[in-house]
């Protein structure tokens, strides 16, 4: 017997498999059914089960509204029992007109606004279906698409939506899954149409003649792109990278040569209530010398206004300004990850998209045909019942009048079918009068060269591609009336920007930056004095502190290597206790900060690794474009960057952890861009503390524990060849063995 009734169904596996395995299913699970589309509808599940019930309750354009909790009610006890709330959520965002390129429900009600104000609660709005959520359902009740048993095995639902338009790249989507990610962006429904009528015809054109037809993505809150043809080209073909969209903007003419600048367009996804707000914090914060005051006019359009400072300036200038400081200019991060043919996620191009969409019509175009024939199969099985009853009508009366049982006679009697006799003892006696012979053979021969037609599409390719053209200029005609699908989005060419430095239009003034040893950065306004009692939190303390300009950028080195940018204008205040570093930068937890400085376009750097190899480099070199930083000192594996000091003087005092001093003169040490470097210091047994460089003149100096200034006068005695190992450092050096 078994000690416990669960030992019949347990069994021992390693905790490594058991995790690997249930978390391959938990990611799995989240790609396929929560966070990728299909390339072929374009809809995640949730979504495709919301316009199902929609249908299901006949919510069309044309009808009433029905409360929203009802949806989500039945859409979660039918289709999708996962929270009414994430239903909500999905159905509130299809009504956003400034989050969906083309809305798939038309909300009545308060469901949220560009400010990134909440949908009301689903009790108190209302839905139903818009004509592009009807586009996607067409043609569901025709055998189009596979349909499967719902999560309890008592309803049916699509597997996917016929879709007669390429939804996926029209409405774009966005979604995080387990290790992969997709952000699509909307496009123009009638720029789609066309590139499909073209990809018919010629699958694989020439990249050129693919951006004539598809020029980019057509944002909903409209803007400006104003990244290059050949950037958007380049994301295209790769299916991931960046795009730059700016606010559309005006200039409004006043009274007595005053003027002000009118935003009637801001960037996709960007809450205009946080742009308010940082507009204001430019103003309140004088982090630019241009503008003087920001004022949201909007009502059910965008209009903020932007007062300058003085008009002397030109308007470009401000606008360029704004730009650099503010959300008015986002970077839209393309990602076309989606699941081809519902099951393998792949990062594809916008046109890769389409030929799925384009091969899903022809799938559903030869199903809706074999429905089609299998209906007119059945009609003209009746109609040459009918017809035999029409010519025997006297006989047909007679037996269904005397006979027992008339269906097996008239079967028996003119050979009918089971269907035919049934369809003949179903008519009513009115119905008999009425018919007429010539009406029923019209109709024989009208359905009869419908099926020929029909065989003839099924049975031809190039049939098909022309049935899927027609279908495509429709919809393509129908939208076109639509003032809602016309091009939103414009295209600017940025080789007439104003160019010009930050600098310029950031108030010049004195700061102190102070940084602890955890990585808290905070900005004082004037030099203040580095001796004065700055607080930390517990367990912190002081470990950079730097005077500077409020216009300077920061230069940080880390242990990986890598330089990191900051601009002394993105630091916060040192009222509190300031921010941490790494939520600035991409910089790792584990990697420590081991040198702080404002930027000298016209200084040298001398970097060194913890093993003794090190470089000189140009300090317009190091500083980074982005967050992520940039690698200048190569590292081998277990070695760490050490110390970044400024080139100034003639010799670089090198120190070990085994206090062996060597001074070298600089000349001897190489100039790079980046790379491992030459070996400036040997350490058999010992790692590199400290770098310091000197004029050989004026001597060394460093500071004792007491914080006294010491000096060797005489420092000859330690130069010596570099990579030699040196010898042991002069009398009165720190313990610590650092020179400051």
């Known amino acids: 017997m078994p000690k416990n009734l669960f030992d019949h169904f347990s069994q021992d596996i390693p905790l490594s498999e058991a995790i690997s395995e249930r978390y391959l299913q938990y990611a799995l699970s989240t790609i396929m059914h929560r966070a990728l589309p299909d390339a072929r509808d374009g809809l995640k599940p949730v979504q495709r089960r919301i316009l199902y019930a929609m249908q299901e309750l006949k919510l069309s354009s044309t009808s009433g509204f029905r409360k929203s909790a009802k949806i989500s009610g039945d859409v979660m006890g039918n289709y999708h029992p996962h929270g009414e709330q994430a239903i909500y959520d999905a159905l509130a965002r299809m009504a956003q007109d400034f989050n969906l390129r083309y809305p798939l429900v038309d909300g009545q009600g308060n469901f949220g606004n560009i400010d990134g104000d909440k949908p009301a609660s689903s009790r108190y709005t209302e839905a139903r279906l818009t004509t592009f959520a009807e586009s996607l ?34 409405n774009g989507s966005t979604g995080i899954a387990v290790g992969m990610a997709a952000n699509i962006p909307p496009h123009n429904i009638i720029e789609l149409c066309n590139t499909c009528i073209h990809l018919i015809r010629y699958p694989d054109p020439p990249i050129k003649t693919r951006m004539s037809k598809l020029p980019g993505p057509d944002f909903p809150t409209g803007g400006i792109i104003v990244s290059t043809r050949d950037q958007i ?88 300004a704004i730009f650099k400081l503010t959300e008015m200019e986002t970077r839209f991060s393309l990602n076309l990850n989606v699941l081809i043919d519902g099951q393998r996620p792949k990062v594809c191009d916008p046109w890769e998209i389409l030929r799925a969409f384009l091969n899903h019509r022809i799938v559903i175009l030869k199903r809706r045909t074999r429905f089609r024939i299998k209906k007119i199969d059945h009609r003209l099985t009746l109609l040459e019942g009918y017809l035999v009853a029409f010519l025997n009508l006297d006989r047909v009366i007679e037996i269904i009048r005397y006979e027992d049982k008339p269906k097996e006679t008239l079967i028996e009697e003119f050979e009918l079918h089971e269907v035919q006799a049934e369809a003949i003892l179903n008519m009513r006696l009115r119905s008999l009068r009425k018919l007429e012979e010539i009406e029923l053979q019209n109709e024989q021969t009208r359905l009869t060269k419908e099926r020929c037609d029909l065989d003839d599409l099924l049975n031809s390719d190039e049939l098909q591609k022309n049935k899927i053209t027609d279908e495509l200029k429709q919809i393509k005609t129908i939208f076109a009336k639509n003032p809602a699908c016309k091009r939103r989005t414009g295209f600017s060419d940025m080789s007439d920007a104003i160019d010009f430095e930050l600098d310029d239009v950031i108030e010049s003034e004195p700061v102190t930056v102070i940084c602890s040893e955890l990585g808290w950065i905070r900005l004082y306004r004037g030099h203040v004095p580095f001796d004065q009692d700055f607080k930390f939190r517990d367990g912190d303390s002081l470990k950079f502190a730097l005077h500077g300009q409020s216009t300077d950028k920061l ?63 140009d300090e317009t070199e190091v500083l980074a474009s982005t967050k992520v930083g940039k690698q200048i000192l190569n590292l081998k594996k277990g070695d760490i960057g050490k110390s970044c000091v400024p080139c100034e003087g003639d010799h670089l005092a090198v120190v070990g952890a085994n206090r062996k001093m060597l001074v070298v003169p600089l000349s001897e040490i190489p100039v790079q861009a980046k790379g491992t470097g030459v070996r400036l210091q040997k350490f058999p047994k010992s790692r590199l503390s400290d770098i310091k460089t000197f004029t050989l003149d004026e001597g060394l100096f460093w500071k004792d524990p007491r914080g006294k200034t010491r000096q060797a006068k005489e420092v000859e005695k330690w130069i010596g060849k570099r990579g030699s190992m040196g010898l042991k450092a002069p009398y009165g050096f720190p313990t610590k063995n650092v020179f400051s």
């Open 137 to 170: 359902l067409e043609g569901l009740n025709e055998d189009s698409v596979d349909f499967r048993p719902n999560y309890d095995d008592t309803l049916e639902e699509p597997v996917l939506l016929p879709s007669s338009f390429p939804n996926l790249l029209a």
């Open 233 to 320: 080209e380049k994301a295209y073909v790769a299916g991931k990278g960046q795009i730059r969209v700016r606010a559309r903007w005006e200039v409004e003419r006043l009274d007595r040569n005053q003027w002000q600048i009118v935003v009637t367009e801001i960037p996709y996804q960007v809450q205009k209530s946080k742009l308010i707000e940082g507009l204001a914090k430019l103003v309140q914060n004088k982090k630019t010398q241009l503008l003087a005051d920001v004022r949201d006019e909007s009502t059910e359009t965008i209009r903020i206004v932007l007062e300058p400072k003085t008009r002397k300036i030109e308007p470009e200038t401000l606008m360029e």
């Open 555 to 617: 230069v940080i080195f880390g242990s990986n290597g890598r330089f990191y940018s900051l601009a002394a204008s993105a630091i916060p205040g040192g009222r509190g206790l300031g921010e941490p570093i790494r939520l600035m930068l991409d910089l790792p937890n584990e990697i420590e900060i081991q040198a702080l400085l404002f930027h000298n376009p016209e200084r040298q750097l001398v970097v060194a690794s913890e093993t003794g190899y090190g470089f000189i480099v």
